[in-house]
């Protein structure tokens, strides 16, 4: 690892660490607003969003992949319909899968 990336890191851990250590230590101890509190749930939905749509939308990094080879977004969409209809995490994410590995075994392999 590069000096600048050991930076970057010890950085980040410096920032967040400390808040989130706080949250944890005075939650229970700290009584929130209702608002915060209802804001505080959709924190985890934010998180995930986040991290998988460039992921999807973008899977080399730099360019926008938005057709019917995308083996990614084929994956992701056929998860949502999952999710959407049943409501099952483990039946969004097998189907998910199945959907990505067969998908880029037609289209891409």
Do not use: C
């Not at 039946?91 to 990505?100: D, E, F, N, P, R």
Request: charged fraction near 15%; avoid cysteine; proline fraction near 6%.
């Amino acid at each position: 690892m590069k000096p600048h990336e050991i930076a970057i890191i010890a950085g980040m851990t410096a920032v967040t660490f400390p808040i989130r250590y706080l949250l944890f230590a005075l939650g229970e101890h700290v009584d929130f607003p209702p608002l915060l509190r209802r804001a505080l749930g959709f924190v985890p939905v934010a998180v995930l969003t986040a991290i998988t749509v460039p992921l999807v939308l973008l899977p080399d990094g730099q360019h926008w992949r938005l057709d019917w080879r995308n083996a990614y977004l084929a994956g992701a969409l056929a998860a949502g319909v999952v999710a959407w209809r049943w409501r099952g995490l483990l039946a969004s994410i097998g189907a998910g899968l199945v959907t990505y590995l067969v998908w880029r075994a037609m289209f891409m392999g």
